[in-house]
C-alpha cells in the first residue's frame, strides 16, 4: 500500500488511489515492510535495539474522516514483526480501531492481499488473517473493504497473465499498472462505503500515471 519512488519497479496501490476518488483528499501514511505491530512500535535492528515508527505519530496528528487500516504480509516474518491472526494482530487492529475513534475518525479496515498458495499444497497463509479482519470488523461494526475476496478471484482469472502486474523481484508485490488495478478496486469498494468520495466505472480501464 504504501508509495514508492516512480523509479522503483514495485508500487504500493495506495499511490494510485486518490485518482479514482476525485472528491476526496487522500494522503498515505504507510510504510514499506511493516506490520501492524512494528508500525506502532517501530522496528529491531540488527543488533537488537528498537528504532522507532516512521510513520504512527504523523497518523496520530493527520487530521481525517477516515483511516484505511491494511496489514497483511509482512505478519508472518519471523521475530519482532511476527503476530498471530487471532490473537497479536487482532489486538493491534483493535488499538487502531480505537485511536481513530478516539480522535472522531471512522476506522476501515481492510483485508490482507491475497497471495498465490505455496508449491507444497499447503494452505495459502494470509487467509486467516484475512478472516480474523472480517471477525473483527462485524465485533466492532467497522466498515471493512475485502482485498483479500477481490484479489482472490483476480489471480485465478489472470492466471499466468499475473506476471504483467508483478515486478521482477515480486515478493508479493505489485508494478505500477497492478497498483492502479487494486487501487481502482479500493476506491470502488470505499465509495460503497462513503459514496461522496467519487463514482468509478467498472467499464473504465485505469490510464497510466505519468511521472
Given at each position: ?12 496501490w ?8 476525485p ?20 522496528d ?16 496520530l ?133 462513503e ?17
Amino acid at each position: 500500500m504504501a508509495v514508492q519512488p516512480e523509479s522503483r519497479g514495485p508500487q504500493g496501490w495506495g499511490a494510485y488511489l486518490g485518482k479514482y476518488l476525485p472528491n476526496a483528499q487522500v494522503t498515505d501514511l504507510a510504510s514499506s515492510g511493516r506490520s501492524s505491530k512494528s508500525f506502532m512500535l517501530g522496528d529491531m535492528e540488527t543488533n537488537g535495539t528498537i528504532k522507532p515508527p516512521l510513520k504512527w505519530p504523523e497518523v496520530l496528528t493527520t487530521p481525517a474522516d477516515y483511516w484505511l487500516i491494511s496489514f497483511g504480509g509482512n505478519e508472518l516474518k519471523p521475530g519482532f514483526r511476527h503476530t498471530d491472526p487471532f490473537g497479536s494482530y487482532t489486538a493491534d487492529l483493535t488499538t487502531y480501531i480505537d485511536e481513530a475513534r478516539k480522535r472522531g475518525i471512522t476506522p476501515v479496515l481492510i483485508t490482507p492481499t491475497h497471495h498465490p498458495a505455496p508449491r507444497d499444497g499447503s494452505p495459502e497463509p494470509l487467509a486467516p488473517y484475512a478472516e480474523a479482519v472480517r471477525q473483527l470488523a462485524k465485533k466492532e461494526n467497522v466498515p471493512v473493504m475485502d482485498l483479500y475476496d477481490f484479489t482472490t478471484q483476480w489471480y485465478v482469472k489472470e492466471g499466468t497473465n499475473v506476471v504483467k502486474y508483478q515486478p521482477p523481484e515480486y515478493g508479493g508485490h505489485l508494478n505500477h499498472a497492478g497498483a492502479e488495478i487494486f487501487a481502482a478496486e479500493m476506491a470502488r469498494q470505499f465509495i460503497k462505503i462513503e459514496p461522496r468520495a467519487g463514482v468509478v466505472s467498472r467499464n473504465s480501464p485505469p490510464e497510466r500515471r505519468q511521472p
